[in-house]
């Protein structure tokens, strides 16, 4: 688990937390800036999730698939993109993210294991606000929208998300 302040820098409060979940048994670990944490995050879970929902496969085959990875790096330098436009400082390539993603060996993501218990999906949380940021910046983002639209559909044709 991963903790900080939303203005950036250390406080007690962050650092208390910290040390009572570590002490639970909650690995966990306080940054400096919690938004490029959560960015960082976020950029896995753009391609992953909405792409798992549309396939109902795992991580791995979605890598693995050339042309399925061709889709996941797009979305995911689109949001790489719009991270680095709002200031954030994120040290990572597309390329070295999805071997991250890769790494983790077969994994359903939240939104496929949301999507087989009937649950509904965070789709505007994991591509709507980005691409709405991406909006406001004014840049063009055509692998968000299509991987949004597409997994939308999908979503309320199953009662996932709402019409």
Not at 32 to 43: M, P, V
Not at 48 to 64: A, E, K, M, Q, Y
Not at 75 to 93: P, R, T, Y
Request: glycine share 10%; net charge negative; proline share 4%.
């Amino acid at each position: 688990m991963t903790l900080g302040e939303p203005g950036g820098g250390t406080s007690e409060r962050a650092s208390y937390w910290t040390s009572v979940l570590t002490e639970a048994g909650l690995p966990t670990t306080e940054v400096h800036n919690i938004r490029e944490a959560l960015w960082l995050k976020l950029l896995g879970n753009i391609g992953s999730n909405p792409i798992s929902l549309l396939t109902g496969t795992t991580t791995d085959r979605i890598v693995d698939d050339g042309l399925v990875r061709t889709v996941f790096q797009g979305v995911m330098q689109e949001c790489l993109d719009v991270g680095k436009a709002i200031g954030l400082a994120l040290d990572i390539s597309v390329v070295d993210r999805i071997a991250q993603t890769r790494a983790l060996g077969s994994i359903k993501s939240s939104m496929l294991q949301d999507l087989e218990a009937g649950r509904s999906v965070e789709l505007d949380a994991i591509v709507r606000a980005p691409m709405e940021c991406a909006t406001a910046l004014g840049m063009e983002v055509p692998f968000m929208q299509a991987i949004f639209g597409l997994a939308r559909l999908r979503a309320q044709a199953l009662d996932l998300y709402p019409a």
